[in-house]
């Protein structure tokens, strides 16, 4: 989701879902930082009020000149630079039955500009996106994120949508598993053969107790 676009290359969209209240805005930062780390000054903008981006970058080691950022109100004026990073965080249509016409506008920046957009988005509360037909129209890859347990620590991204899969049968659904550290403020992918040998090392350090202690 965050490697480095090639210069006067391809250009990709990609839509990220995930519903009210699970830190779009945390996972956008975690992608600047995975940038910052390729030495890429990304960009993101900004469109909902407020700059609680910055304090979450501050909290993560960002500090200023990392990344470029900018609020704006008006998805559809959106002016992208050549072969940029951009995150906008995030889409909120003031009609959803301009969704295409929106995407499309951003679809052109980025063949015009080339470089790569994340777009967060929201989802219902089921799950499902607003206005799912337009919106997976125009991007190369549509994901949402879900979290596996309420202590909001385990998580993953499901795919519905890989225009490019590098297998077959590969483009829809397939999960990418990530976890929260709510100490670094960070999103990172998990280790699964690492957490698999720390629970099965938790199970052999387990000495069950006697027969007569458990009467």
Do not use: C
């Not at 700059?51 to 501050?58: C, D, P, S, V, Y």
């Not at 500090?63 to 950022?69: R, S, Y």
């Not at 951003?106 to 919106?135: I, P, R, Y």
């Amino acid at each position: 989701l965050s490697e480095k676009p090639e210069k006067g290359g391809t250009y990709d969209l990609i839509v990220v879902g995930a519903k009210t209240g699970v830190g779009k805005t945390h996972i956008a930062v975690s992608m600047i930082k995975n940038l910052v780390k390729q030495n890429i000054k990304p960009n993101y903008v900004g469109l909902e009020s407020g700059a609680r981006f910055t304090t979450i970058a501050k909290k993560i080691g960002l500090v200023e000149g990392d990344f470029n950022w900018t609020i704006n109100f008006s998805p559809e004026t959106i002016e992208l630079d050549d072969n940029a990073f951009t995150i906008i965080d995030w889409l909120l249509p003031s009609d959803y039955a301009q969704t295409d016409k929106i995407y499309q506008h951003l679809a052109e920046q980025l063949a015009k500009h080339k470089g790569v957009l994340v777009v967060f988005v929201q989802l219902k509360s089921d799950g499902t996106f607003f206005a799912a037909n337009m919106l997976e129209m125009f991007p190369a890859l549509v994901t949402k994120f879900f979290y596996e347990d309420e202590q909001g620590i385990n998580s993953y991204f499901e795919f519905t949508k890989i225009r490019e899969a590098k297998r077959q049968g590969s483009n829809r659904f397939a999960k990418l598993l990530t976890k929260y550290d709510w100490n670094s403020k960070e999103v990172t992918l998990r280790n699964i053969d690492t957490e698999q040998k720390q629970n099965e090392s938790k199970l052999e350090s387990f000495n069950p107790p006697e027969q007569d202690e458990v009467l």
